[in-house]
């Protein structure tokens, strides 16, 4: 097999994201296993291997207890079952912030061990340096501004941004300097819809929207939740299926069988040969 020519088909990088500011919005979901990345890579131009891992697969109740080596399991996962989507994967929290030089090493690590295209950093007062310390190092980086999930504790919850004036100021600025610092693109979560608007406008990376507006350069949800695999979705979801239902329905049914000795039947069971 190594021998022979195998056909090859180029990822998408961060150039062709930037490239699409202001053209045919940029398609995102989340993606934490192979299997799921190889569904969802034809459709999509990006998959985050978000820190949301830790409250959709681990159970537990926000990112903040997302470790590295997490993050780098979910992200060689999504490598291995996708082909042509551009691969992000989340730094998660207490990975980035100490220093740049912490930051660079953990996101060295991350993008050596798993292959991705890209790291995913959340805005703040002094992430912008961080920023651009990485890219200058050749590391290319996704802003996250708004609602930050990291910040969680912080916050007292998750809310939504921007409804004052102060706090749209801030945000405001916030995306200003997260482009101004190299960010190839920027997600915008949780917040107002003219202050997504607003920061689509005031800078020339693409915003990827998540609860914000249909008015930014393309948009991702958490794959679990827009296809029906919770009972609650957030308000900005769209469900697309209702994936929950379909497998109690199917749990349901394989225990019926199961106790009425229905299954295994004579197609699922091994019979010795003839002769």
Same mark, same amino acid.
């Given at each position: 097999m190594s021998a022979q020519r195998q056909e090859t088909?180029?990822? !998408?990088?961060? @150039?062709? %994201? $930037?490239?699409?500011?202001?053209? &045919? @919005? #940029?398609?995102?979901?989340?993606?934490? $296993?192979? *299997?799921?990345?190889? +569904?969802?890579?034809?459709?999509?131009?990006? !998959?985050?291997?978000?820190?949301?891992?830790?409250?959709? #697969?681990? /159970?537990? *109740?926000? &990112?903040? =207890?997302?470790?590295?080596?997490?993050? %780098? !399991?979910?992200?060689?996962?999504?490598?291995?079952?996708?082909?042509?989507?551009?691969?992000?994967?989340?730094? @998660?929290?207490?990975?980035?912030?100490?220093?740049?030089?912490?930051?660079?090493?953990?996101?060295?690590? +991350?993008?050596?061990e798993t292959g991705a295209q890209a790291v995913k950093v959340e805005s703040g007062p002094t992430v912008a340096e961080t920023i651009d310390y990485l890219v200058k190092r050749g590391v290319p980086v996704m802003g996250h501004v708004g609602l930050r999930p990291q910040a969680v504790l912080v916050d007292g919850g998750f809310r939504a941004k921007g409804r004052g004036e102060a706090e749209r100021a801030k945000i405001l600025?916030?995306?200003?300097? &997260?482009?101004?610092?190299?960010?190839?693109?920027?997600?915008?979560?949780?917040?107002?819809? =003219?202050?997504?608007?607003? #920061? $689509?406008?005031?800078?020339?990376? @693409? &915003? %990827? /929207? %998540? =609860?914000?507006?249909? =008015?930014?350069d393309g948009q991702i949800l958490v794959t679990d939740d827009m296809l029906g695999l919770f009972d609650w979705t957030p308000k900005f979801v769209r469900r697309y299926a209702d994936l929950r239902g379909e497998i109690l329905g199917a749990v349901q049914t394989y225990a019926d069988d199961v106790q009425a000795r229905r299954f295994p039947g004579p197609a699922e069971i091994y019979f010795p040969k003839a002769g």
């Open positions: 088909v180029r990822r !998408l990088a961060a @150039p062709d %994201i $930037t490239g699409r500011k202001g053209k &045919t @919005p #940029i398609v995102c979901l989340t993606a934490y $296993t192979a *299997p799921m990345a190889e +569904l969802l890579d034809e459709a999509c131009d990006l !998959l985050l291997v978000g820190d949301s891992v830790g409250m959709v #697969i681990h /159970g537990l *109740p926000n &990112t903040v =207890g997302v470790t590295l080596d997490m993050m %780098i !399991l979910h992200g060689q996962a999504v490598m291995r079952g996708s082909r042509k989507a551009m691969v992000v994967v989340d730094m @998660p929290f207490g990975s980035y912030e100490g220093s740049a030089e912490q930051a660079y090493a953990n996101a060295a690590r +991350l993008m050596k600025d916030e995306a200003r300097a &997260t482009a101004a610092a190299g960010a190839f693109a920027l997600v915008v979560e949780g917040v107002a819809e =003219g202050l997504a608007r607003e #920061i $689509t406008q005031a800078v020339d990376v @693409p &915003t %990827i /929207g %998540i =609860g914000a507006s249909a =008015g930014c």
